[in-house]
C-alpha cells in the first residue's frame, strides 16, 4: 500500500511521500501528513532485536513507501556512517533510575543530526529525474543550522541558505555556521528572533513572484526545518531503537509500556514519539519539557494555544519557541483528520495569536501527551545535581526535561530522558551550572574549563573550530531575506 501526504489543511491535493519531501511545506501552508499513519504497524518483536539500520530501514519503508527497498537502504547506509562517532548511532545509558537516550553523536553534536544526516539523500534520491536544482531555506534557533549545513554541503543539485537570529545563538553555535565549507552554503544573522526568522522564512515560500523568478532558472525552494516529512520520519526510528536496547539489557520484556520525555521547541522531536506510538511502540506518557517559554506547558493543561506573551532568552535557546509548528500535525490527528478545524485554528493563530480547542480534543491529547516546565535555575540545578549525584554532565536542553521528568513520579514503567545536545555545545552556561564563574571568557575557554572541572573530553567537532576560518559574515534585515535567497540561488546554481 502506498503512503500518500496532504496538507493539514486540506485534502484536495494528494502527492507522494518523494513530491512532500521535494516541497517541504504544502502549497496553502499546512503541512504534510498521511490518513494512513498506523494503518501499517511496524513488526514490535523484530524491531526489538535488530540493530539501528535495520530499524531505521522498516520505518521509512512504512512511511515514505514510494521509495524502493534499494533507495532506503542506501540513504540507510550513507546518513548512518561514520559521521556518527558510536556504531550504535542514538546509544542508550543509565541516568539514576531512568535512560539518557543520546541523540547527539552526529558531526554537529545535537539530534537534529539524526534527521539531517539522512534528509539530504531522500531528497537528492526524489529530485532524480525531476531536473530541478533545489535551494533549501531554512530558519534556525541555532542547532538546526549547522546540522542542515552539514548535511547539504555539497550534495548534487542542492544548496542551503540559513538565517539565525544574530546575538540569539551561543558564539560555538554562531562560529560552527559562519565557518561552514561548501561551494553551495549561504548564511546570515537577522535582525530579530527565531519566531522572525521563521514566519518570513514561510513568507519566501508563499512568494508567487520569487517562485516564479526561481522556476525561470530551474530551482525550486524547499524546507530542510522539522515540518518536513524528511525530517520527522528518520526521528522515530530512535523511539523504537531506544526501545529495542532496553529489551536487549534485560531492562523491559517486548510489551511493556515506556514513557519518553523530550525537551520540545517546535515540537518535531516529541511528535516522532507520537508516530511510534502509532506504528504500534508501546509508548506510555510522551513528556513534553518546556523552559521558560513554556507556550505548550499551557496549552496541554488548559486547552489554549496562546503565544501572546514575550519571548524570554534562555539558556536552552533551541527551545526559544512560541509557536511550534509541528503541533498542526497532531492537531490533524487528533480531530481524525479535520482539516476544516486545523485550518480555522491556524488561521486563529495567525490572525490572533490563539486558539482553543475543545475539551474531548484535548482529553484525546492528555491520553499520551503530559507536560512540564523548568526556569533556567531548575536547569542550572538539574546540571548540578545530575554531575553531583550521577558523574553524568549533560546540555542545558536535557536538563530541562530532566529536571521535569525528576519531579514525576515513575508510575511503574521505565523511562528514557531524550539528550538532544552535547553538553560543550553549551559550555559557558554548563561550567556556570557547576558553580564557576565564566564572565569574560569566551566560548573555547569555557570549553577548556569544562574539560578541566569534569575530565568529560569536548568533542573534536567543536573544539576544532578554534581554528576554522569565518567564512560568512552577513548580518541583514528581514526584509533583505528574499533577496539573499535569491542572490544565493544565483550565485550556487550560476
Ligand atoms: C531543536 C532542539 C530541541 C527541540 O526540538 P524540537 O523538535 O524543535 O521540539 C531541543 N534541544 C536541542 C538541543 C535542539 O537542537
Redesign the pocket.
Known sequence: METLYHSTRSSNEVVTSKQAILTGIAPDGGLYVSDQLGAQLVDLARVAHQGYHATARDVLATLLSDYTADEVASCVAGAYGDNFDTPAITPLTPLGADWLLELYHGPTC???DVALQMLPRLMSVAREGDGHDVMIVTAT????GKAALEGFADVAGTGVTVFYPDGKVSDIQHLQMATQRGANVAVAGIRGNFDDAQTQVKRIFADPAVNARLAEAGVVLSSAN?INVGRLVPQVTYYMDAYAQLVQRGAIAVGDEVDYCV????????LAGYYAKRLGLPVGRLIVASNTNKVLTDFIETGTYDRRRDFVKTI?P??D?LI?S?LERLLYYLTDGDCERVAAWMADLSKTGVYTLPTEVMDRMRETFDCGFATDDDTRDTIRSTWESEHVLI?T?TAVGKCVIDRRASEGRQRVCLS??NPYKFSADVLAALGVRTDGMDGFACMDALQELTGVEAPRQLSGLREAKVLHPDVCDQDEMSDFVEAACARVFA
Not at 534557533?141 to 538546526?144: E, K, L, N, P, V
Not at 525537551?263 to 516529541?270: A, E, L
Open positions: 545535537a539530534f537534529k534557533s541555532g542547532d538546526t522539522s525537551p520540545t521547541g517546535n515540537f518535531g522531536d516529541v536552552s533551541s527551545m519557541i511550534s509541528n546540555d536542553h538532544t545536545a
